[in-house]
């Protein structure tokens, strides 16, 4: 290695000739070496590593025949450094939240972790990119006690971790019971049947228990792979929009208990609202985004999922009919579809559900212009750094 006009030889093999003249030897080898910046007396910066082989050729007065192979490499040994801007965070058990940060250097990864999940962070929202902005969730289940912390790697794969300041507010989700009869099921069914297998269609209660605990599955993993292509821009602003006229008719987390001739067969969390308004209304875009899916998943029914940007995502579901497509890109309150019975409903309604990455959260944060204002807008703001165009 040749670093700051130095030398450094770290490793030398030699191979003893074999064969019948002495001209075998390997023609692969693998070599880890250890490289000690500190114990090699380096300073970190560029330098450049070289790899020389040489045969037992005769030629050269007995030297034999010489190739070099060069790499330029940076020595990196300090990890990189984080500056949080947002150091005020009001956070609530299913609820939603951003961090502000400057980095030191680029990190091919950095972000906030909510207990095991990580929520990546995104430069671009400033023309500083080393500043990055990330949006994270407070999962509803989320044990007590889990840590928070804003983290980033380099590409020397030095890491730094600091505590993501906030204040967590607890609370409780509301409990339902849901009576399942033979007639609900025979109504839902004619729509999912065929997602059924054999094997768990032996009765109705066998078939209403896969779609609700298999399906449901199935289909989240669906949801989290169409929130895989992330908009690296924030498209949004300003409160998301509420389907007009509608009242609610289930909440976000309701624990729901599903009772089927009396006996308590299954439980799921809702993990979106409810929203009822006349049957076939039309379901206007919460906010600007792109449209990253559109068509059946499963309980959900049609579904629309918008992506509008950094990791924010809204979701409509048990439309009627779907009158957008897969990258349009929509204005707030332009109407993607119209409400409907698809999927695992009852009625006609739009459950609507907001996406933090791969994390549920409470839509009503969302449709609140307070909440966006302090929890969002302000801590955007409140960096000194001009915004990138949109
Ligand atoms: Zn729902």
Same mark, same amino acid.
């Given at each position: 290695m040749s670093k700051d006009g130095k030398e450094l030889l770290l490793g030398a093999v030699d191979f003893p000739a074999s064969g019948f003249l002495g001209? +075998? %030897?390997?023609r692969r080898e693998t070599f880890r070496i250890a490289i000690e910046p500190a114990a090699l007396g380096v300073a970190d910066g560029p330098g450049k590593l070289t790899l020389s082989v040489r045969d037992r050729s005769w030629r050269n007065w007995g030297h034999g025949n010489l190739t070099q192979v060069e790499k330029e490499v940076v020595v990196d040994t300090r990890p990189p450094v984080i500056e949080m801007f947002t150091q005020q965070n009001y956070l609530t058990l299913g609820g939603a939240g951003i961090a502000v940060y400057r980095l030191s250097e680029a990190c091919p990864v950095s972000g906030v972790r909510v207990g095991a999940t990580f929520y990546p962070g995104f430069s671009g929202?400033?023309? @500083?990119?080393a500043v990055h902005i990330a949006f994270l969730a407070i999962a509803h289940d989320l044990p007590a006690g889990a840590p928070i912390t804003l983290e980033a790697t380099d590409a020397a794969g030095n890491a730094s971790r600091v505590r993501f300041p906030h204040l967590l507010r607890r609370k409780a989700f509301k409990k339902d019971r849901l009576a399942i009869s033979d007639g609900f099921i025979k109504q839902i069914l004619? !729509?999912? +049947?065929?997602?059924?297998p054999a094997s768990a269609s032996g009765s109705l209660k066998e078939s209403f228990l896969y779609i609700n605990r298999d399906q449901r599955r199935i289909d989240y993993d669906a949801i989290i792979a169409a929130a895989?292509?992330? +908009?690296?821009?924030?498209l949004w602003q300003g409160p998301f929009t509420r389907l007009p006229n509608a009242a609610p008719r289930a909440g976000f987390a309701d624990r729901r208990s599903y009772v089927y001739e009396g006996v308590e067969i299954d439980q799921q969390d809702h993990m979106g609202v409810d929203l009822a308004s006349l049957a076939n209304s039309p379901v206007p875009a919460a906010n600007a985004g792109v449209v990253a899916a559109a068509g059946f998943i499963g309980i959900y029914g049609q579904t629309v999922i918008l992506d509008h940007g950094f990791g924010l995502f809204s979701m409509y579901s048990?439309?009627? +009919?779907?009158t957008a497509k897969p990258g349009d890109r929509l204005n707030k309150d332009e109407v993607l579809g119209y409400t409907g019975t698809t !999927?695992?409903? %009852? !009625? @006609?309604h739009l459950h609507f559900s907001i996406l933090v990455h791969t994390t549920f959260v409470d839509p009503v944060e969302w449709w609140d212009p307070h909440w966006i204002r302090d929890n969002i807008t302000l801590k955007l703001n409140a960096v000194a750094a001009p915004r990138a165009g949109r």
């Open positions: 001209t +075998q %030897g390997p929202y400033y023309t @500083d990119r004619p !729509g999912l +049947q065929h997602l059924v895989q292509a992330i +908009q690296p821009a924030m048990h439309l009627s +009919q779907i !999927g695992l409903a %009852g !009625g @006609d």
